[in-house]
């Protein structure tokens, strides 16, 4: 391994001059921290001075012979008395002295003696390895290192060559190709912290721990002054374990973490960040290394009692930012004795688990004091309404009267068909027991007022008035960010409203924003998602929005992710997605209780089980869904889109009577808003299809009126059954044409309508192609003319005609016939 001095320093100058004039006199000086190589260049000159012949002599010899050289390594370290010899031999004419020394100390005698050798000749400065010189130096050990191992070392060490040479020592192959240091490079630093002065060592773990800029907070901690402070670190410097700027080498800053003392590593930060506390300052980056790596606890000895008012401080800082976190660091505080099961319980549900929250929150219920129990009250009634439980929420609430949880409240007593109890007659949510107090209104109060307001005129007002509040209260609590737990955001609930009046775009900007802005935080993320996916399939946008739909946490989001896998499936003729998929389904609705919030996972699961077959496993939430209105009083923004999902059902199974029952309820509504008037036109030209009856220019105005609303999908659905229930080949021309037209205007980005199979060119028609593809995928014909608004009767006579040109008879020999000509992307 080369460790010399490279070509053109000034050390390699050094050792040229002495090679080519051993006996020339020499006065020479060379300073660095340690570990830059002072010894090992004063090993390289002696050698070529005992080779020239020259007696190399030590400072412990200094009345020897003129002709000697006198070699000092690490003259920091002499006493001024051996300091003034050396002094004094340097003066001699024709000398022959090489001083090596640190920066720090500077003993009485050592300023003297190195300002007489500069004059003599510049003194020798041995600085960093340069990336080119570490590369170097590990090829004695690797052969050709990589750039990124090269880098790292580089990076890693500060180029401190005594730390270069411990990486090449240590070096495996293994480490070599995956770029990282070993280990096993750190050992040799056990020996340089043993030897520390403590008020060194102290410095270095404050370091560590991150305060080693901050001169004061290491001022207090060590209760030395400023000047002390400063002498300390020159002398961290001059060890080579801190770099010129005062900051930690890397690979030191990992020697300590692991090296240090536990004990004392842990005493400087719990006194770090008492210091911390009593400033203000932040100390999160104080105790995050004291946790296990992937959490799990702490390290041994970190659980000591003095650290549990800071584990809380730090908690309460991550909060926001990473709620999971927060909860490992409340718990952490909670075995130092402080009690935070109510925080760490809030924190445990901001990261979405809602089962430990549940949890903690009802332990702080039991055991907590009164204004722990309050907050305790509200995160378990957070956690209730995310599992759809609302009524049980609204007990909650109550139970812990606030600005806040009055008008959460509110929501969910209006949500579960208790209007009166809601509000005060002035409209404002009521405070159970009287006033709520003088306490000044914040952005989550100022929030859930707007929130309740908003439900309130959704069912006794305008849709107009109802998301103008929801979207000022989106506005509200925008600068809190994912900080604040929340049973639901302004933005679903506007979102919500929105949708049941197909206002879609106040829907989209809603959810958008809140996205944005990380409203809600990890706890509701879901939530956004599933509903900006439901305004996708509302819009026809089926593909873009499977993307969307996560498999969602049980309770709520499970109901609405399995309600819109049904609606896409349902939207895609994917008969054999949704029949796998409808058992989920089931299971999601069985353990839910019908509030207004439900209705439209509700509605698209009473459509799918009409398609299945499947009514009764629907019709209690049903009846208890008409329980909940009638309760409210049918308003027309939550009933509707009931109404309009009924008769989609009665529609699929040919029930004209059912059919003519919905379409009279929504020709009730018609007034209300434009979504109202569009389903109540589309309603009456859905039963003259069922009749047979249907008038085309009347069936593409009706389609036309959804389309203007965003809803494209059912547009598109009403003239396509109308196209394949008529005889008349014109007014089947004309309702097709609108029908694709409109499913054209739907696809998203990157969505083709249909995909056609490219692996039968010459044997059949484009349009023969993708009927057989979908046959494949398990269609009917009936559901295969739906999906491309034909008639069942076209479809029937395109198979003949595949048949005929494939030269099969049986169905089984066509099936496995076209699977061998079309592939799995063509099937749909």
Request: charged share 20%; proline share 7%; aromatic share 4%.
């Amino acid at each position: 391994m080369t460790t010399g001095p490279s070509t053109g320093s000034p050390a390699a100058d050094l050792l040229a001059q002495v090679t080519a004039d051993p006996l020339a006199p020499l006065q020479v000086v060379i300073g660095a921290p340690g570990g830059y190589g002072k010894t090992a260049l004063l090993h390289e000159l002696a050698g070529v001075w005992q080779r020239a012949g020259v007696t190399v002599a030590t400072p412990w010899q200094p009345d020897g012979a003129a002709e000697q050289v006198l070699l000092a390594d690490d003259a920091h370290r002499y006493d001024p008395a051996k300091l003034h010899e050396l002094l004094v031999y340097a003066g001699r004419p024709g000398a022959r002295i090489v001083v090596a020394y640190r920066p720090w100390p500077r003993p009485a005698g050592l300023p003297e003696l190195v300002g007489l050798l500069r004059r003599a000749r510049p003194p020798v400065r041995l600085p960093a390895l340069t990336a080119e010189q570490v590369r170097d130096r590990l090829a004695g050990t690797v052969a050709d290192p990589s750039p990124e191992l090269v880098a790292a070392v580089t990076e890693q060490t500060g180029g401190v060559p005594r730390y270069v040479a411990r990486v090449a020592a240590a070096l495996t192959p293994a480490d070599a190709v995956a770029g990282r240091l070993p280990v096993a490079a750190l050992a040799g630093f056990a020996p340089e912290l043993d030897e520390l002065d403590p008020g060194l060592r102290t410095l270095l773990l404050a370091a560590e721990a991150g305060a080693g800029h901050s001169f004061d907070l290491v001022s207090a901690l060590l209760e030395r002054d400023a000047a002390t402070v400063a002498d300390l670190v020159d002398a961290g410097r001059a060890t080579g374990l801190l770099s010129a700027d005062g900051a930690l080498v890397p690979l030191a800053r990992r020697a300590i973490a692991a090296l240090g003392p536990i004990g004392h590593r842990i005493d400087v930060r719990q006194r770090l960040g008492a210091l911390q506390l009593a400033r203000g300052g932040p100390v999160l980056p104080l105790v995050r290394p004291l946790l296990r790596d992937g959490g799990g606890g702490l390290v041994p000895g970190a659980a000591g009692g003095g650290l549990g008012e800071v584990y809380e401080a730090a908690a309460e800082e991550v909060l926001g930012d990473d709620p999971r976190l927060a909860a490992e660091l409340f718990a952490a505080a909670a075995g130092a004795g402080r009690g935070t099961a109510t925080r760490r319980a809030l924190a445990t549900a901001l990261a979405g688990d809602l089962d430990e929250a549940s949890r903690l929150a009802d332990q702080a219920l039991a055991t907590g004091a009164p204004r722990q129990r309050a907050e305790a009250a509200y995160v378990a009634a957070v956690v209730l309404t995310q599992r759809g439980q609302t009524a049980q929420a609204a007990a909650l609430y109550q139970w812990s009267p606030s600005p806040t949880t009055a008008g959460f409240a509110a929501i969910a007593l209006i949500g579960t068909g208790h209007a009166g109890d809601a509000l005060a007659p002035g409209g404002e949510p009521r405070f159970p027991g009287g006033a709520p107090g003088s306490a000044p209104p914040t952005l989550v109060s100022s929030a859930a007022t707007l929130m309740a307001r908003g439900i309130a005129e959704s069912v006794g007002g305008t849709p107009a008035a109802a998301l103008s509040a929801l979207v000022q209260a989106s506005a509200t609590i925008e600068p809190a960010g994912p900080t604040v737990l929340l049973p639901d955001t302004p933005a679903a609930l506007g979102a919500t409203v929105a949708l049941h009046c197909a206002e879609l775009d106040t829907a989209d900007a809603l959810l958008t924003r809140a996205v944005h802005t990380g409203t809600g935080g990890a706890l509701l993320a879901d939530r956004h998602r599933l509903l900006r996916a439901w305004v996708l399939m509302l819009r026809g946008r089926v593909g873009e929005a499977y993307t969307l739909v996560p498999d969602g946490r049980p309770g709520r989001d499970r109901l609405f992710a399995c309600a819109l896998r049904a609606g896409l499936s349902r939207r895609a003729s994917d008969l054999v997605g949704l029949r796998s998929g409808w058992p989920d389904a089931c299971h999601a609705l069985i353990g839910q209780p019908v509030d207004l919030f439900t209705l439209l996972p509700l509605g698209e699961l009473a459509v799918a089980a009409a398609h299945l077959g499947e009514q009764h496993r629907v019709a209690g939430h049903l009846a208890e869904a008409d329980r909940l209105l009638d309760a409210l009083g049918n308003p027309p923004l939550w009933s509707a889109p009931l109404h309009w999902n009924r008769l989609h059902a009665a529609v699929l199974t040919d029930d004209h009577e059912a059919a003519g029952r919905t379409a009279r309820t929504l020709a009730g509504l018609r007034g209300f808003s434009p979504y109202t008037a569009a389903v109540a036109v589309a309603a009456d030209q859905w039963l003259d299809v069922l009749a047979g009856r249907a008038e085309p220019g009347a069936v593409v105005t009706a389609a036309h009126g959804l389309s203007a609303l965003g809803l494209i999908g059912d547009g598109a659905r009403l003239a396509g059954q109308a196209a394949i229930r008529t005889a008349d080949r014109k007014a089947m021309t004309l309702l097709l044409d609108c029908a694709r037209a409109l499913q054209e205007r739907a696809a998203g980005p990157g969505e083709a309508v249909p995909v056609l199979s490219n692996r039968l060119p010459h044997l059949l028609s484009d349009r023969e192609r993708e009927v057989a593809a979908l046959v494949l995928a398990g269609l009917t014909y009936k559901q295969v003319a739906e999906r491309l608004y034909l008639s069942a009767k076209t479809v029937e006579h395109h198979m003949a005609r595949i048949r005929q040109r494939l030269g099969v008879t049986g169905r089984q020999e066509l099936l496995t016939r076209l699977r061998t000509l079309i592939g799995p992307e063509d099937e749909r």
